[in-house]
C-alpha cells in the first residue's frame, strides 16, 4: 500500500506541474514559419518542378507537424491516456486486497 501512494503522489505531481502555453505557442509557431519558408529554400536550392515541389513540402510538413502533435501529447499524457480505467481497475484491486487482508 506504502508503494501505491508513493505512485500516486508521483502522478499527482505530474497532474498538477504546470507547462507553458507560451512554450507549445513558440515551438508551433517557428514549426510553421519554418513550413511556410521551406518552399522558398528548395527552390533556391534547385527544386524547380512543382510536382516534385510539393511532394517535398507536403511529406516533410506532415512528418515535422505529427513530431510536434507527438510532443504535446508526451507533454500532456494525462489527456490522452484512459486514466479513470485504470483508476477503476487498480481500485477494485486494493479493495481486494484490503478485503483479504
Known sequence: L????RNYGGMERL???PLSPTYMRHTS???LLWLAMLPAGLLSA????????LLV???TAYIMLGI???GIQIEQPFDILPLHDLAAVLT??????IVEW
Open 2 to 5: 506504502s508503494e501505491l501512494h
Open 15 to 17: 497532474i498538477s506541474t
Open 29 to 31: 509557431r517557428g514549426l
Open 46 to 53: 534547385g527544386c524547380t518542378t512543382l510536382p516534385k515541389l
Open 57 to 59: 513540402v507536403t511529406s
Open 68 to 70: 510536434d502533435e507527438i
Open 92 to 97: 477494485r484491486d486494493v479493495q481486494e486486497q
